[in-house]
């Protein structure tokens, strides 16, 4: 049982470090805003909504991984953007 409480109390330790890193976090952006990027020093701060928990978290992203991460989110809007029938076009 002692050991039980132990974990549970470290658990909850994360929990409000957690917590308290978010809202350092957000700290960076202004409140009225919706879903925002921002860079600094050479960190990408992501601001975005998390409909699981019903609350704006913010994600940390290095130079290198936010490119990968913005030329993914470029080929996935390309694939799902409706293509255009050229043959129809030199009728």
């Not at 879903?35 to 992501?46: A, C, Q, V």
């Not at 409909?51 to 996935?76: D, G, M, P, T």
Request: net charge positive; aromatic share 14%; no cysteine.
């Amino acid at each position: 049982m002692a050991r039980l409480l132990r974990v549970f109390k470290e658990y909850m330790k994360q929990q409000m470090i957690n917590k308290l890193r978010q809202l350092f976090l957000l700290s960076f952006f202004s409140e009225d805003s919706g879903y925002m990027e921002k860079e600094i020093n050479n960190f990408w701060l992501i601001k975005q909504f998390d409909s699981l928990q019903n609350e704006w978290q913010v994600a940390i992203y290095l130079q290198k991984a936010y490119l990968k991460r913005k030329k993914h989110e470029f080929r996935i809007k390309n694939l799902i953007s409706p293509r255009r029938n050229n043959a129809s076009e030199n009728k």
